[in-house]
């Protein structure tokens, strides 16, 4: 059974950068997409980007210029960092995964992040 | 265009059914994947690629999509079926992914 565990800084400061790891339990890293997905307080779900274990990225095009997705395949981990924040980013951050390599249907999820950006 | 519209609210009658849609461009080729979320909970799948049920999810819960529009239903609501749901899809005029709005479900 795939599980996801993520971790990373809860609170953070205007300008700085978000850093947010998630990794991989009981399942290869391969034939898939990781995404992270955000949530600001009393919104919607907004997909940030994805990577596979090689390295290859998407981002939503809005974010691209300040999120970097990467990944470790060694640890079957994949991080998030998000560069200038502002409180706009304040939100549950969560990791995810499809239910098969070729589904859009995210079936594994972390337990998610709260990241506050405040001064 | 790179959105997913839902109504922001839907309400249901005890045992009865309900629809909840959601409208765009990109389900003309992606299929739907639906999302119930209750507070403080993260999403949980309901539905994937138009009309797949994970495990554990009750067989209430189907899905159907037709031109640009994607349903899902709740056949016979239950009170624990109260809840925000949301859609998503792939986007290939973006190669992303999207979510739609969501929809709050109250079960009267």
């Known amino acids: 059974q795939v599980q996801l565990q993520q971790w990373g800084a809860g609170l953070l400061k205007p300008s700085e950068t978000l850093s947010l790891t998630c990794a991989v339990y009981g399942e290869s890293f391969s034939g898939y997409y990781w995404s992270w997905i955000r949530q600001p307080p009393g919104k919607g779900l907004e997909w940030i980007g994805e990577i596979n274990h090689s390295g290859s990225t998407n981002y939503k095009s809005s974010l691209k210029s300040r999120a970097t997705i990467s990944v470790d395949t060694s640890e079957t981990q994949f991080s998030l960092k998000l560069n200038s924040v502002t409180a706009a980013d304040t939100a549950v951050y969560y990791c995810?995964?499809?239910?098969?390599?070729?589904?859009?249907?995210?079936?594994?999820w972390g337990q998610g992040t709260l990241v506050t950006v405040s001064s | 265009s790179s959105e997913l519209t839902q109504d922001p609210a839907v309400s249901v009658a005890l045992g009865q059914t309900v629809r909840i849609t959601c409208q765009g461009d990109s389900l003309r080729t992606y299929y739907a994947s639906w999302y119930q979320q209750k507070p403080g909970q993260a999403p949980v799948l309901v539905i994937y690629?138009?009309?797949n049920r994970p495990s554990g999810i009750p067989d209430r819960f189907s899905g159907s999509s037709s031109g640009n529009t994607a349903s899902l239903t709740i056949t016979g609501a239950q009170a624990e079926d109260e809840a925000d749901y949301y859609c998503?899809?792939?986007?290939?005029?973006?190669?992303?992914?999207?979510f739609g709005g969501g929809t709050k479900l109250t079960v009267l």
């Open positions: 690629d138009k009309n």
């Open positions: 998503n899809s792939r986007d290939s005029s973006v190669n992303h992914v999207v």
């Open positions: 995810a995964r499809g239910v098969s390599g070729y589904s859009y249907g995210y079936g594994y």
